[in-house]
Nanobody
Framework: QVQLVESGGGLVQAGESLRLSCAASVNIFSFNAMGWYRQAPGKQRELVASITRGGTTNYADSVKGRFTISRDNAKNTVYLQMNSLKPEDTAVYYC?????????WGQGTQVTVSL
């Protein structure tokens, strides 16, 4: 069975950085692509960034230039480096396959950015 566990969230001020980690119970190289998603209160869950098996990355326009998705296959871990954080980035962040599997949603990790 596949388990994805997010960590690294916290409370930071605008302009600061965080690095989120997604630890997988299986080899992430098994999947064509992985993604980071986020959901703010009252909003739909949205895709933030994705990375393919071949290393191709894509980002939502709102985070492009500020966030970087990466992976460490040996550690079965996907990362999201978040720089220059804005209050609008406040959300619960989740990792999943891309496209997402409804069976793999975890608890997420809260990111709160204050002014």
């Amino acid at each position: 069975q596949v388990q994805l566990v997010e960590s690294g969230g916290g409370l930071v001020q605008a302009g600061e950085s965080l690095r989120l980690s997604c630890a997988a119970s299986v080899n992430i190289f098994s999947f064509n692509a992985m993604g980071w998603y986020r959901q703010a209160p009252g909003k739909q869950r949205e895709l933030v960034a994705s990375i393919t098996r071949g290393g191709t990355t894509n980002y939502a326009d709102s985070v492009k230039g500020r966030f970087t998705i990466s992976r460490d296959n040996a550690k079965n871990t996907v990362y999201l480096q978040m720089n220059s954080l804005k209050p609008e980035d406040t959300a619960v962040y989740y990792c999943n396959l891309y496209p997402a599997s409804q069976y793999y949603w975890g608890q997420g990790t809260q990111v709160t950015v204050s002014l």
